[in-house]
């Protein structure tokens, strides 16, 4: 714990290996620019593109983190971020961070993994079949058949570990399923079909203040103006975000935040997290995924999520590094 006299030292851990190194640096900066500086010294931790570790502009190994943190807000999307290694690495060392465990971070990055603790635990999630690439003979042959077993309807084809959209297909036949997980297996071994359900985007963060006190934020209600919400739809204003979201149907906006927070829960997660939803009129609500390190940038949607409901950023941050520090 931190000397109370002093200023707790906050790494703020950013860039990382994946497709959203510029995306975790920008979501750096803002967390740099809205820390309290009265209350925090802010420790500038950078992870380059080849893997390697950087503690204000020096070269380190993760373990001489130790005695220059007093904890560590990472902003790592993506592969090596969110995917549990880097909480690895941080808990071998035992170095405090905020946010969830190497356990349930590695669970909630698998597409795969979480969408069964879904259907376990009763939460409402879009049929599908998980593939791996070394299992799989000839691609074709096996697009032809997971069409048959959908019946001939539209595919969601999804990389298993990917954020930010990346390797996410959506396939009207079984010529662009086979592309799909080509494309798909050149990121992974693994990859999602699921059935495609068309209706309206939602997503719903929440804000867990004291252990197991799980609050679910406003929605926001997301409109692309492409087929679904990708990675260019994302970060080049591609979309309408409406926040918070207008949902005339009462009983919805409840479902929805009752089961962002159910879903935080199951999969063991801590801190904050977003869950992603999409609601079709008549087949009902359905989850797709989790962001267990939601973007941070000014323009992203758990920023807008706060303001909507009344926090500052900074409010936000000394919340949950308090909590994580028992200060």
Known sequence: MANESKKIRVGV????????HDVSLN???TIKNNLDSGKYEIVDIFVAKDGR????GKEIIPRDLKGRVDIVFSVLHGSY????QVQSVLEKERINFVGSSAKSSQLSFSKIASKWVFEKSGIKTPPFLSLERSKIGNLNEEAVNIVEKFQGKKVVAKASESGSSFGVFICDSAEELAQALREIFEIGNEALVEEYIEGKEFTCGVLEQKAGQIEPLPIVEIIPQKEFFDFEAKYENAVEEICPAV????NLAKEIQRTAARVHKVLGLADYSRTDFI???EKGLYVLEVNTLPGMTETSLYPQELRAAGWKLSDFLDTIIKKNLNV
């Open 53 to 56: 570790w950087f503690l204000e």
């Open 81 to 84: 971020g969110e995917d549990g």
């Open 27 to 29: 979501s750096g900066k």
């Open 247 to 250: 949902i005339e149907d009462e």
């Open 13 to 20: 851990l950013s860039g990382g290996v994946s497709l959203e």
């Open 279 to 281: 609601f079709n009129e």
